[in-house]
């Protein structure tokens, strides 16, 4: 079967980091994605990892461990626009569809 | 990124009338997804294809169908809106293992 865990909600101080985690139990292994989606707009790539470690891309970085079937999405210097729904998702092989958690709400506060 | 469009964006319409979602990318990718989201929930995959002449049905059991006949055009049609298809209708596509992008979204509603 498939599984994938998200924190439900997290708020967050502007100017902060957060870091969003997601756990993943799955038949196979292919990938992980990060997506951005605020309310009522289709989602946006933020990132994707295959191998172990730290993929960085501006104020947005994600980490995976296969081992562990663990991965985060850490946030700095957070802004207002950061509000949004982070959705975390795996492809458990060759190139089938992605298989999505039900997103973590973050709301970024002053 | 990929361009990929779908119409109309928002939709009204009564119960019983047969719709049609249209959903188009002009990056000649094979692999094209359907997913259904209701409002601050997660995303259920209805269909899918990979490739022409291919369909596949998702995880989430739905009434409506899926053609493709053109690589790069994967409408969904609804043959009879009720009440219970009121969501948003996320279309995407992508070929690579590590990419997967998705269109504007159709919010329709069935009264």
């Known amino acids: 079967g498939q599984n994938i865990d998200q924190p439900t909600e997290m708020t967050a101080t502007e100017g902060a980091i957060v870091q969003i985690n997601c756990t993943y139990q799955?038949?196979?292994?292919?990938?992980l994605f990060w997506y951005q989606q605020h309310a009522g707009e289709a989602p946006t790539f933020l990132s994707y990892n295959v191998l172990d470690g730290l993929e960085e891309k501006g104020r947005f970085s994600s980490f995976l461990s296969r081992s562990k079937g663990y991965s985060y999405l850490l946030l700095k210097e957070l802004q207002m626009k950061d509000s949004a729904s982070y959705l975390c998702a795996v492809r458990e092989r060759g190139n089938t569809p992605l298989v999505f958690g039900k997103g973590t709400r973050l709301s970024v506060i002053a | 990124e990929a361009d990929i469009y779908q119409t109309p964006r928002y939709l009204v319409i009564g119960t019983g009338k047969k719709i049609t979602l249209e959903c188009s990318q002009t990056?000649?990718?094979?692999?094209m997804y359907w997913y259904q989201q209701d409002p601050g929930m997660e995303l259920h995959l209805i269909h899918y294809s990979y490739g022409v002449n291919s369909t596949e049905k998702g995880d989430l059991s739905s009434e409506s169908t899926v053609s493709r006949i053109r690589t790069e055009h994967f409408p969904l049609t609804l043959e009879s809106a009720r009440p219970s298809h009121t969501s948003q209708y996320l279309c995407?596509?992508?070929?690579?293992?590590?990419?997967?992008?998705f269109g504007p979204g159709t919010r329709l509603t069935v009264t």
């Open positions: 990056m000649g990718h094979d692999k």
């Open positions: 799955t038949s196979g292994f292919n990938g």
């Open positions: 995407a596509s992508g070929d690579r293992p590590d990419e997967q992008y």
